[in-house]
C-alpha cells in the first residue's frame, strides 16, 4: 500500500473506523519521589472489553487509521480528565509512513487541548515484527526531534529484544512481565534483570519495571535501583478514569 498525502497529510491516516474504541489508563510509579511520572492510555471497548476485542476488529487497510486515532481519543481523554502527569501511548511502527505527517493529528489535537509535546511518551509496541529498521530509526530520530520521548514495550520478549538497541536510542525501557515475576525467588530472572540494569546505565537509558503485582517484587526492584513501576501492585488500569494510587504501597516499597 502506498502513501498518499493530502495538503501534508497522510489520507490513510484520516479514514472513519466503523467500529468505536475508548481508553482505560494505568499509572506508571516514579519511587524516587512517590509520584506518578506518567498513565499508560490502553485501548478498551466502549463496555470495557479487552484491548483485543478491539484490535481484533482492525484491518489492514484500517491500521493507519486506527493508529492515530488511538493518539488523539488518548490525548483528548487525558485532558478531559485532568491528568497532570505525562501521557504515554503505543505506537504501531508499520503505521507509520512519514512520521511527520502522520503526526499531524497527534500535534492539532495536543495543541488544541494544550498538551505539551514534552509530556507525550510513544512506546513501541513488541506485537509486530519491524522489517525496515531504518524506517524504524527514522521515525524515533523525528519524534526525538519534536520533543517527544519513545520507549521501547515489553522488553525482552516477542520482537523487543536486545537486538534493537544496536539501531535505537529510546529514552525508556520497559521490562515485561515475564522477567519481573516472582523475580525475588528466581535467581535466573535476577540474573537478567540485573544485567540490563547495567547495560541501562551504560546506553543512559532508563528503566520501567512493568507487570509489577506484588509487594516482594517491587521491593527487590527497588533495591537494585530500578525506580519506575507499574503494576496491579500499584493500581489496576481505570476504564475512562484515572486510578488512586495508594502512597502506603509506596512507602512499604521504599521503606528501610
Known amino acids: 500500500?502506498?502513501?498518499?498525502?493530502?495538503?501534508?497529510?497522510?489520507?490513510?491516516?484520516?479514514?472513519d473506523l466503523p467500529f468505536s474504541f475508548t481508553m482505560a489508563f494505568q499509572p506508571i510509579i516514579d519511587l524516587r519521589n512517590g509520584s506518578v511520572l506518567a498513565h499508560e492510555a490502553l485501548v478498551r471497548g466502549v463496555n470495557g472489553e479487552s484491548a483485543w476485542s478491539v484490535l481484533s476488529q482492525v484491518k489492514a487497510e484500517q491500521l493507519?487509521?486506527?493508529?492515530?486515532?488511538?493518539?488523539?481519543?488518548?490525548?483528548?481523554?487525558?485532558?478531559?480528565?485532568g491528568m497532570?502527569?505525562?501521557?504515554?501511548?503505543?505506537?504501531?511502527?508499520?503505521?507509520?509512513?512519514?512520521?511527520?505527517?502522520?503526526?499531524?493529528?497527534?500535534?492539532?489535537?495536543?495543541?488544541?487541548?494544550?498538551?505539551?509535546?514534552?509530556?507525550?511518551?510513544?512506546e513501541i509496541t513488541e506485537s509486530e515484527h519491524v522489517a525496515d529498521r531504518d524506517h524504524l530509526c527514522h521515525i524515533v530520530e523525528q519524534y526525538h526531534e519534536m520533543g517527544f520521548a519513545?520507549?521501547?514495550?515489553?522488553?525482552?520478549?516477542?520482537?523487543?529484544?536486545?537486538?534493537?538497541?544496536?539501531?535505537?536510542?529510546?529514552?525508556?525501557?520497559?521490562?515485561?512481565?515475564?522477567?519481573?515475576?516472582?523475580?525475588?525467588?528466581?535467581?535466573?530472572?535476577?540474573?537478567?534483570?540485573r544485567q540490563m540494569v547495567l547495560?541501562?546505565?551504560?546506553?543512559?537509558i532508563g528503566l520501567v519495571a512493568e507487570g509489577v503485582e506484588t509487594l516482594e517484587e517491587a521491593r527487590w526492584l527497588y533495591q537494585q535501583g530500578i525506580m519506575r513501576h507499574q503494576g496491579y501492585y500499584y493500581a489496576r488500569p481505570a476504564f475512562e478514569a484515572l486510578p488512586d494510587v495508594d502512597p502506603a504501597c509506596i512507602e512499604a516499597v521504599t521503606a528501610p
Not at 501521557?87 to 503505521?95: E, G, R
Open 199 to 204: 547495560m541501562a546505565q551504560a546506553l543512559d
Open 1 to 15: 500500500m502506498g502513501c498518499h498525502f493530502v495538503n501534508g497529510s497522510c489520507e490513510s491516516c484520516q479514514h
Open 84 to 122: 497532570t502527569s505525562k501521557l504515554s501511548i503505543n505506537f504501531l511502527p508499520n503505521a507509520v509512513y512519514e512520521p511527520r505527517a502522520c503526526i499531524r493529528a497527534t500535534l492539532n489535537t495536543a495543541r488544541d487541548v494544550g498538551w505539551s509535546l514534552n509530556d507525550l511518551i510513544f
Open 64 to 81: 493507519y487509521a486506527f493508529d492515530q486515532a488511538c493518539r488523539v481519543r488518548a490525548i483528548e481523554m487525558a485532558s478531559r480528565l
Open 150 to 193: 519513545v520507549a521501547l514495550d515489553d522488553f525482552g520478549t516477542g520482537h523487543a529484544n536486545l537486538d534493537l538497541l544496536t539501531v535505537l536510542t529510546p529514552h525508556h525501557l520497559k521490562l515485561d512481565r515475564v522477567l519481573i515475576t516472582h523475580i525475588e525467588q528466581d535467581e535466573r530472572r535476577q540474573i537478567l534483570v
